[in-house]
């Protein structure tokens, strides 16, 4: 392995939006980032746009880029899954497959199931496991209280989790939450271990990219 490429959901339809989620990712991702730098590894986040442009974006680069790049897929749930089986990385993997499978009919045949991961549900529970970092965005108006309580973000229906964000926010200067204008700049500022602490499959993701980096 000599780089590696992460095909991201998200990032609306404009060059510029992709720009700043790809900035708000690297900056999440830092950590593991830095790592790839110090073994003088290639790295690219490249958001695609909605999930099926996402997946579509990813297999054409299984066909057409070499082997000594690590693809990796990364994309919504958007429905609940069952909690990861502890020590058991292949069965995990293969669920999340199921997962999309299930859900987008989507075609997985000879890809490796451990690079592909999930943003369970939604990107937005990583934002909300930081809630200091929410607060000090939004400033004043931001409404703590009434963000989700549950410590597994995961298992916070989508509907809700998205309700409770816009209602926490709705009175402050910034306005109530909008995906394009704010949650790239939020992934710059949210600390990844609040956010591993609260959504179970972003530590898996994360654990992973870091132990393939030191491998490589």
């Known amino acids: 392995m000599n780089s590696i490429a992460l095909y991201v959901e998200g990032g609306g339809d404009s060059a510029q939006q992709k720009a700043e989620l790809r900035q708000g990712f690297d900056a999440l991702l830092k950590p ?50 069952d909690p990861e089986s502890p020590d058991d990385e292949i069965g995990n993997a293969q669920a999340r497959v199921r997962h999309l499978q299930q859900q987008d009919r989507w075609d997985f045949s000879n890809i490796d ?6 943003m369970v549900r ?16 939004y400033g004043k108006g931001f409404q703590l209280k009434s963000l989700p309580k549950r410590i597994n973000l995961e298992d916070e ?3 809700a989790l998205l309700e409770k964000l816009e209602k926490a926010t709705r009175k402050t200067q910034k306005g ?9 700049k939020l992934l710059e500022l949210i600390d990844p271990v609040e956010v591993e602490k609260r959504c179970p499959r972003f530590s898996t993701f994360t654990g992973w990219l870091s132990q393939s ?3 490589a």
């Open 122 to 137: 939604c990107m937005e529970a990583w934002l909300i496991a930081d809630p200091a970092a929410l607060a000090a965005f």
């Open 213 to 215: 980096i030191s491998e």
């Open 157 to 159: 229906p989508k509907k």
């Open 32 to 81: 593991q980032k830095q790592a790839a730098q110090k073994k003088r590894l290639g790295w690219k986040t490249i958001p695609c746009g909605g999930r099926q442009q996402t997946f579509n974006a990813f297999c054409h680069a299984l066909h057409t880029t070499g082997g000594d790049t690590l693809l990796i897929l990364l994309v919504d749930a958007e429905e609940g899954i």
């Open 113 to 118: 199931p451990k690079r592909v991961h999930l």
């Open 176 to 184: 109530e939450y909008h995906k394009i204008k704010h949650a790239s």
